[in-house]
């Protein structure tokens, strides 16, 4: 969102604009939430269901990125490495926040993997912070088998979006089989430690700067 100097700025802005030109832009705005809608299959916004990458016969598939938002898409995107599909949650797991699995869209992904599914590697792309090591952690698990190839990469600097695509392309590899310098996390002492914090309360706690599982 805006902070709360920028909304006043734009309040006052709009104050100043002609009774028409005010109509428009609310009419405008009416129209796009009434147009974009969440895909069905990845979640992502779109104003056609199955959204355009999802519809696409050439992407992979068998390939599913898991990202927490779906403006964390434009960033992989840029890259011009990643031919996959997308699976957005909505969100992070964040108890200090009220948020839990429940509230995410955990469930589909689940779905989309399992009952025959052509699903071969699901990639777990969530921020690099506490909650996104947490959720990477419980979705790995609920997968479970079916999950077929579950690899965690994220960025070390903790968002997705804000990367730059030149970066953020040799990350990725061709086919994702390699991930460097994304942080592959396989051992579990990590994990462990994520959960641990989050039954806790304390996630959202860590030092500034500082990446959990990966600093210290």
Not at 70 to 92: F, T
Request: aromatic residues 4%.
């Amino acid at each position: 969102g805006i902070g709360k100097k920028t909304a006043t700025r734009v309040t006052y802005l709009l104050l100043k604009q002609p009774h028409a030109k005010v109509g428009r832009l609310a009419d405008g705005i009416l129209g796009l939430s009434n147009r974009v809608s969440g895909c069905s299959a990845c979640g992502n916004w779109s104003d056609a269901d199955p959204c355009p990458n999802c519809g696409d016969p050439r992407r992979d598939a068998g390939t599913v990125c898991v990202v927490e938002e779906a403006s964390d898409i434009g960033a992989i995107e840029r890259s011009g490495e990643y031919r996959g599909v997308y699976h957005v949650l909505g969100g992070h797991i964040s108890p200090l926040d009220g948020v839990g699995p429940e509230d995410l869209r955990i469930a589909a992904l689940r779905g989309r993997v399992t009952n025959g599914s052509a699903v071969r590697e699901v990639i777990l792309a969530t921020n690099a912070s506490m909650e996104g090591e947490v959720t990477a952690t419980y979705v790995r698990r609920g997968l479970g088998p079916d999950g077929g190839g579950v690899r965690r990469v994220a960025p070390p600097s903790g968002r997705v979006g804000p990367r730059p695509a030149r970066p953020l392309a040799r990350q990725w590899d061709g086919t994702t089989r390699r991930v460097h310098p994304f942080i592959t996390l396989q051992s579990s002492h990590i994990q462990e430690r994520g959960l641990r914090r989050a039954r806790h309360g304390r996630i959202g706690r860590e030092r500034p700067g500082v990446h959990p599982g990966i600093d210290d």
